[in-house]
């Protein structure tokens, strides 16, 4: 699968929207101003809460060059959180985005990869025999969440580690306000009469964003992260979704698990902190 540079400003664009929401869940839980989000280069500039996952910059290099000026201004809304920017770059974008950033003193600190696969063929299930794949109830939140979170405790060992570790009650937080406003849909995986594993995806504009899947130790080699992405992904076309995709570290067992069920590199991101 190719990504020229239009498909790429479409999947930022609704990676922003994912950020954008989510922060936006975040203040109104909190109640207070503590949190922002800002427009800037046809992205968006994001603080959630302290140590949240939604605190970045995400989306620039399709819409111009941003000013300056504006990230200056930005900058000093960090700061005053005592807060570091991180700006998620994606390689497709205005090469001067990048000229920018290391100007201000931005560092290079790591990479991610976007892959992404076609919904527009037909899908042939994946049903391994003793799995049922179901959307979670809200009562099962929170051993979801336990799922979820145990899969953070326990990342890949292969390829580049990654440079973010978040606590389990940052992650809850987050997951809350991503499946209340963003549109994130919970899936879990019954497996011996007990919940195996779980996952979780995002449809707009025509993009699955697949957000995550775990499936716990004790049931892993019974084909249930297959049955969550088959799953997932004929949900995601029936829909009307043209497209799916899904961010790795770069040469990961993610990474290396989604091409091997068809999908393809589609760009890099790069990690700039200041």
């Known amino acids: 699968m190719f990504c020229d540079i239009e ?7 609704v990676e922003t929207e994912l950020i954008a929401t989510g922060s936006a869940a975040a ?9 922002f989000v800002i427009p800037i280069g046809g992205g968006v500039a994001s603080f959630a809460a302290m140590g949240s996952p939604l605190n970045k910059v995400a989306g620039l290099g399709f819409a111009g060059i941003p000013g300056e000026h504006e990230f200056e201004a930005l900058e000093k809304q960090f700061a005053v959180r005592d807060a570091p920017v991180q700006v998620e770059l994606a390689h497709l974008g205005d090469p001067g985005i ?6 201000r003193g931005y560092r290079l600190i790591s990479y991610e990869n976007v892959l992404g696969i076609s919904l527009t ?3 042939e299930p994946v049903t391994p025999p003793g799995i049922e794949i179901r959307h979670s109830g809200a009562g099962e939140f929170e051993i979801w969440l336990d799922i979820v979170t145990e899969g953070f405790a326990h990342p890949d060992t292969q390829g580049v580690a990654s440079h973010e570790d978040f606590p389990r009650d940052v992650i809850a937080d987050a997951m809350r306000d991503l499946t209340a406003a963003a549109g994130v849909q919970r899936y879990v995986a019954i497996h011996e009469q007990g919940i195996a594993g779980v996952a979780s995806m995002r449809m707009s504009q025509g993009i699955a964003q697949l ?3 775990t499936t716990l130790p004790a049931h892993r080699r019974y084909g249930i992260q297959s ?4 799953a997932r992904l004929i949900e995601a076309a029936a829909a009307g979704c043209d497209i799916a995709v899904i961010t790795t570290q770069p040469g990961s067992k993610s990474q290396q698990n989604a091409q091997r069920r068809g999908f393809s590199l589609l760009y890099t991101r790069a990690i700039l902190v200041k």
């Open 7 to 13: 498909l790429g400003a479409r999947i930022e664009r």
């Open 27 to 35: 203040a109104a839980r909190l109640g207070d101003e503590a949190g």
């Open 98 to 103: 990048g000229e920018l950033l290391t100007g």
């Open 121 to 123: 063929e037909p899908l």
């Open 211 to 213: 957000t995550g899947a």
């Open 227 to 230: 049955a969550l992405l088959s």
